[in-house]
C-alpha cells in the first residue's frame, strides 16, 4: 500500500537535512555506514544523513537493529527526515548500523504476499483491496466485497503459489504520475512514484521494502475470513511465518486427534459428537441435581419438628445456585414451612415461606437487606439478597433468623 505521509520526491527547500532512504534503490541493505547528523532527546532521537532502518509506514512496521552497536528500539517516519529511537545515547559522527535482517525479511514476504494476494484478487475476481495491515502474528488485508465463497479464497491461494513457483521478479521503478501508469490502485500522489512491479502481474505505488522475486516470499496461507463494516477481511502470513505457523496448525491438530484417539480426518465428527453428548449428559445431570434437590428438601421437612407456633424451619449453609432453590421450595411445598439458605461468598441469603406460614418472605428480605445496607428482594413464598461484608451478612441472618 502506498505509504501514507511520506513522499519520496526530493524538496530541498528544507533547511534540514532530508535523510536519503536507502532502502528505496535496495531493500536488501541491511548493514551500512551512516553520519549521525543531529540528535535529540539528550541523544536517544538519532538522525542519519542515510539510512536503510524502515520506519513504519504503509502498514508495514519499523525495522529494529543497532548503530554504532547501540539498540535501535524504534523507526519514525517524519516526512523529510526519519528519527532512530536509540535504547541509550550516541554521539554525532560516523556510526556502524545494522538492521535486524530475520525481522525485516520477514516484513519485506508478508508485504510483497500482501501485493501478490491483492493483485490476485484483481486478476481473478477483480475485487480491490482497500486497506493492509501487518501485524506480529499475522497480516491483514480488507478487500471491497460483501462476501467471498471459499471455493474463491482457494482458488486465489493456489493462484498465488503458481506465482511464487514462477519466480517472477519484482523490480522497483520511478515514473511520473502524469503518465498513464497502469497502477492497480490509482495514486493521489503528483510528481515523481515509486512503483513496485510483479512482472506480468501488478503495478503498485508503494514506498515499502519487497523481495525481487516472487519466490523469496515462499508459501502465502490464507486463513481466517471476517465480515468487517461491508468488506470482507482476510488474514494471511507468508514465508517462514506460513511454514511455522502450519507447524504449530499441524501439533495442535496431533494433540487433538490422540486426546479423542481417532485420525486427523476423523476428529471433526468426533468432536462434535463429543460436545454433543456433553451436553445430553450435561442437561440429564441437571435434571437429576433437581430431582435430588427437591427429594432433600421433602425429607428435611419431613425430619424437621415445628416450633411452638407449628412452623417448621429449616437453615442451611452453602451456594444459592439451583440446587438449593429447588430444596427450599420442596421443604416450602409442605405446609407451615420457612427455609432460610445463608451464603457466605457472595454474602447473600435466600428465603422461601409457605404461603400459610405467616411469613412474607420479600417483605422480611426487604426490609433486612436494606437495614444491613444491602438489596434485594421478591415475593411472598421466595426472596433473595445480598450485602457487601461477612459483618453484615451476621446482621441480616440475625434478623431474618427472628
Ligand atoms: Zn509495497
Not at 505457523?245 to 481417532?262: H, K, M, N, P, Q
Request: net charge neutral; with cysteine; glycine share 8%.
Amino acid at each position: 500500500m502506498p505509504p501514507r505521509r511520506h513522499d519520496w520526491r526530493h524538496h530541498n527547500s528544507d533547511p534540514m537535512i532530508e535523510t536519503k532512504r536507502l532502502y528505496y534503490d535496495d531493500c536488501y541493505i541491511h548493514e551500512f555506514r551512516a553520519t549521525v547528523i543531529e540528535t535529540a532527546d539528550e541523544g536517544r532521537r538519532v538522525y542519519l544523513d542515510r539510512t536503510a532502518f524502515y520506519p513504519t509506514s504503509g502498514g508495514q512496521p519499523f525495522d529494529i537493529g543497532t548503530l554504532g552497536g547501540i539498540a535501535v528500539r524504534e523507526v519514525i517516519d517524519e516526512d523529510d527526515r526519519i528519527a532512530h529511537l536509540l535504547e541509550q545515547p550516541i554521539a554525532t559522527g560516523e556510526a556502524e548500523a545494522r538492521v535486524d535482517w530475520a525481522r525485516r525479511f520477514d516484513h519485506m514476504q508478508q508485504h510483497t504476499g500482501q501485493h501478490l494476494l491483492s493483485a490476485v484478487l484483481i486478476e481473478l475476481f477483480n475485487i480491490p483491496t482497500v486497506s493492509f495491515h501487518m501485524g506480529a502474528v499475522t497480516s491483514t488485508i480488507d478487500i471491497e466485497t460483501a462476501s467471498l465463497d471459499p471455493k474463491k479464497i482457494e482458488r486465489a491461494e493456489e493462484r498465488c503459489a503458481e506465482i511464487v513457483a514462477e519466480a517472477r521478479p519484482i523490480v522497483i521503478t520511478y515514473e511520473d504520475a502524469s503518465a498513464d501508469l497502469g497502477l492497480r490502485k490509482e495514486s493521489k500522489r503528483t510528481g515523481t512514484l515509486r512503483i513496485v512491479s510483479i512482472d506480468g502481474l501488478d503495478r503498485s505505488a508503494c514506498g515499502g521494502t519487497h523481495v525481487r522475486s516472487t519466490a523469496e516470499i515462499g508459501p502465502v496461507l490464507i486463513r481466517k475470513l471476517e465480515k468487517i463494516r461491508g468488506n470482507v477481511r482476510i488474514e494471511f502470513v507468508c514465508g517462514l511465518r506460513a511454514v511455522r505457523r502450519a507447524r504449530e496448525d499441524f501439533r495442535t491438530l496431533s494433540e487433538i486427534s490422540r486426546l479423542v484417539s481417532v485420525p486427523f480426518e476423523e476428529t471433526p465428527a468426533l468432536v462434535a459428537a463429543q460436545v454433543d453428548k456433553a451436553k445430553a449428559l450435561e442437561k440429564t445431570a441437571q435434571k437429576l441435581a433437581a430431582d435430588l434437590a427437591q427429594r432433600e428438601g421433602r425429607e428435611l421437612y419431613g425430619a424437621t419438628a415445628p416450633d411452638e407456633s407449628g412452623v417448621r424451619r429449616a437453615k442451611q449453609t452453602g451456594a444459592i445456585d439451583d440446587a438449593m432453590r429447588a430444596r427450599a421450595q420442596a421443604f416450602v411445598a409442605g405446609p407451615k414451612a420457612v427455609f432460610l439458605a445463608v451464603c457466605e461468598n457472595p454474602p447473600s441469603v435466600l428465603l422461601a415461606a409457605s404461603a400459610d406460614s405467616g411469613v412474607h418472605a420479600g417483605d422480611r428480605v426487604k426490609a433486612a437487606v436494606t437495614a444491613a445496607g444491602g438489596r434485594g428482594g421478591g415475593n411472598q413464598g421466595l426472596a433473595q439478597g445480598s450485602v457487601k461484608d461477612a459483618a453484615a451478612l451476621a446482621a441480616l441472618v440475625a434478623q431474618l433468623s427472628q
